[in-house]
């Protein structure tokens, strides 16, 4: 069975989807496609776009989800439907009335034009303390981390640098293969 270590299952920044500080939203998705179309096809696809400050150091993340949470209008109505549920209604007409809302709201077309030039950094996640893994960790770290700490992707540092990006797919292909090699070895023992 191998050993992993981190810098073998991590993608290079190099390879993953980056914008600077400063663009727009339209811009991080342009690049998000980019880098999944130049990306090796039999891996997985890119779920997110990094954000670069101008020394090019990594100083958030913008996910496929927070481009669609830019896409929800912000409107103080909708809001107020939560304090529906303190007062008893239940969940299910709470859902029915935003739906309702959100259906006789702003068109998504109209939103898309809306949103598209709003900067990253508004919606942007900076980087957690948890979400650091050396790459020279090995496995066992890595997965430990992503577990831990309930995580999609872990940033790679060396020498506190970030070189990369441990995504969950990778992580997991790497655990199904040794599974199923010490399966197989197991299988091959017990005969």
């Excluded at 400050?53 to 103080?76: C, F, M, T, W, Y």
């Excluded at 303390?129 to 496995?139: F, I, R």
Aim: net charge negative; hydrophobic share 40%.
């Amino acid at each position: 069975m191998k050993t992993y270590t981190v810098k073998e299952l991590m993608v290079p920044i190099s390879e993953y989807a980056t914008v600077p500080e400063g663009s727009t939203l339209f811009e991080a998705v342009l690049a998000l496609e980019k880098a999944q179309e130049e990306f090796d096809q039999k891996q997985y696809h890119h779920r997110a776009i990094l954000i670069l400050d101008k020394n090019r150091r990594v100083i958030g993340k913008l996910s496929q989800l927070g481009v669609l949470r830019a896409l929800e209008p912000k409107d103080e109505d909708i809001e107020g439907f939560d304090e529906l549920s303190q007062f008893g209604f239940s969940q299910e007409l709470v859902q029915g009335l935003r739906k309702e809302r959100r259906v006789q709201g702003v068109p998504l077309k109209d939103l898309y034009v809306r949103t598209a030039g709003l900067k990253v950094e508004d919606f942007m996640q900076a980087p957690a303390e948890g979400e650091y893994v050396e790459q020279d960790a090995s496995l066992d770290i890595a997965v430990h981390q992503l577990v831990l700490g309930n995580h999609l992707a872990l940033l790679v540092t060396k020498a506190r640098e970030i070189v990369g990006i441990l995504r969950l797919t990778d992580v997991f292909g790497a655990v199904l293969r040794d599974m199923k090699e010490c399966m197989g070895t197991r299988g091959e023992d017990s005969e």
